[in-house]
């Protein structure tokens, strides 16, 4: 599984706040709104940053369950004031089960499904199935990237970046781009009702430095997939644009909600 640091989240929890689909939300929401507690449960929870955005949405008394592998992160979480908070530390590319999945009212994660393969999303989706919970998955990468301005060898080296996204993150291989309309296609196999929608990050020349550790990150896995490009080329005069104040970039996402019909 890939690591993730305690800077990278708090940098780019902003994008991830204005990116996520009010829509989804409300209709989340909507949906719990005759359960008068509710318990969630967050898969691979890192610091927190998805109950920070959700809890005051659901605006009822709500008990989170926290499963993340890395307890510095989650001891970040852990220490966030705000009383119904459990943490679990677990490696989820290696265990499912004992997590209370059967008592969730909603099953939440961000920034996850890209990184598994389809196997372990196959276990989660039958885990969550014969319970009442709603799963509410945000922010999955969906391959598109735009640059602006333009760079002659950015699609060459963002479908080494693609390539990379596929490889095994600790789950199995990686679903990659893949990710969300495969999740949207095996929920509705499962019986569920499905709604989709974007959540794409669009970053301006006043998030710079989320714009160079997004050029860094790209540019470390497509040098890891290729060597038929010139990887640190291509870096060199991308950095040169955002650090002129004349870049911008949109990251397409996609958010996921998905409910058992009653």
Request: charged share 25%; proline share 5%.
């Amino acid at each position: 599984m890939s690591d993730f640091t305690a800077d990278w989240l708090a940098l780019r929890e902003p994008a991830d706040r204005r990116a996520r689909h009010a829509g989804l939300c409300r209709q989340v929401r909507a949906l719990l709104d005759r359960r008068p507690r509710l318990k969630v449960v967050d898969l691979g929870a890192g610091s927190g940053a998805n109950l920070r955005f959700l809890a005051p949405l659901l605006a009822r008394p709500q008990h989170w369950l926290l499963v993340e592998r890395d307890a510095a992160l989650l001891a970040l979480a852990e220490a966030l004031p705000r009383a119904g908070i459990t943490p679990l530390v677990r490696d989820l590319a290696r265990d499912l089960s004992g997590i209370g999945l059967e008592q969730a009212d909603l099953v939440t994660a961000s920034a996850l499904l890209d990184l598994v393969s389809t196997p372990w999303l196959e276990t989660l989706i039958a885990a969550c199935r014969p319970t009442r919970a709603l799963l509410h998955v945000a922010l999955t990468v969906d391959g598109r990237v735009a640059w602006s301005p333009t760079d002659p060898e950015d699609e060459a080296v963002l479908a080494a970046f693609r390539r990379h996204q596929r490889g095994d993150k600790g789950f199995g291989p990686a679903l990659g781009s893949e990710a969300a309309q495969t999740a949207e296609r095996l929920l509705q196999r499962a019986g569920y009702q499905v709604r989709a929608a974007r959540s794409d990050w669009q970053l301006g020349a006043d998030e710079a430095a989320l714009q160079e550790a997004l050029l860094a990150g790209q540019a470390d896995a497509a040098a890891e997939a290729t060597s038929d490009l010139d990887v640190a080329g291509w870096q060199e005069r991308r950095r040169a644009i955002i650090e002129a104040g004349d870049s911008r970039v949109r990251i397409g996402h996609r958010d996921l909600l998905a409910w058992r019909p009653s």
